[in-house]
């Protein structure tokens, strides 16, 4: 059963007529729409003024339209064409005979070009037997109503609208911190190289255990930089642990130094 206030009712026919205006590019969809459509009825309105829910972050009003078929089926197109008149978040009603189905949409958007909205994706019931189709309020405001009529109708989540802006700066950033982290990584590389030229070079013990120190710690400081970077691009270097500052470890290291020692 669908249970909405009595605040909420409306009851006003909507002409087929006052959606040609949409249909006059397409004679094939203007078509299905007369042979389909055989009166369309907008019988509610939720708003915080009829159903004492406030007003959301993107929904204000929720308009519920019965629209009665000439044949059990309805395209997508022809609600995106009734939605463009209503211009505004909307529960479809779909009757044939007995038979009803709900549809809704996911997100909807306004067409810069149009001013108009775009429904993104549809979503609706089973055919049920009309009496069968249930519709019910609840939300601390119109969001979450809508959100609730949608997971009513598809039985699953509202999905989750990634903010573009959000998005967008969040690349910008990332893509920033990822040029100063690479400029790093450039640096460290140099700088294990220089570490390495030395060690070949230098002949002194305690020296050659410093620079071993030094070079761990700049390729931990390396791995360190390359986890946080989301690019998949491994730099392998060498690893050199330094347990201990004894002669098995120089050895290990530089055989040539320790065999002149």
């Given amino acids: 059963m669908i249970d909405l206030p009595e605040t909420t009712n409306v009851y006003r026919s909507m002409p087929k007529e006052l959606f040609y205006k949409y249909l006059n590019d ?47 089926a309805i395209s997508s197109n022809i609600l995106e064409i009734v939605n463009r008149e209503i211009d505004q978040y909307a529960i479809f009603i779909v009757r044939y005979e007995e038979w009803g189905q709900i549809w809704c949409c996911d997100h909807q958007s306004i067409n810069p070009q149009t001013g108009l909205f775009n429904c993104q994706n549809y979503y609706q019931t089973n055919w049920l ?19 609730n009529f949608f997971m009513q109708i598809a039985g699953k ?47 002194n013990f305690y020296k050659q255990v410093k620079l071993a120190t030094d070079l761990k710690n700049a390729q931990d400081e390396i791995k360190k ?14 690893e050199i642990v ?15 130094v320790y065999m002149k020692m």
Wanted: net charge negative.
């Fill in 242 to 256: 330094v347990q201990e500052e004894t002669a098995n470890t120089v050895r290990s290291f530089f055989p040539n």
């Fill in 26 to 72: 397409d004679s094939t969809l203007k078509k299905t729409f007369i042979d389909e459509i055989r009166s369309i009825i907008w019988i509610n309105t939720i708003s915080a003024e009829t159903a004492n829910t406030p007003k959301g972050k993107h929904v204000t009003e929720i308009a519920i339209v019965e629209i009665i078929l000439n044949r059990q």
């Fill in 129 to 147: 037997i009309a009496d069968e189709l249930t519709l019910k309020i609840d939300g601390v405001d119109l969001d979450q109503v809508y959100e």
């Fill in 157 to 203: 989540p509202f999905p989750v609208k990634v903010d573009r802006n959000r998005k967008q700066t969040g690349e910008i950033i990332k893509k920033v911190e990822q040029s100063g982290q690479n400029k790093q990584l450039e640096s460290l590389e140099a700088f294990i190289k220089s570490l390495e030229r030395l060690m070949e070079k230098e002949m």
């Fill in 225 to 238: 930089i390359r986890r946080s970077l989301s690019t998949h691009i491994e730099i392998q270097q060498p």
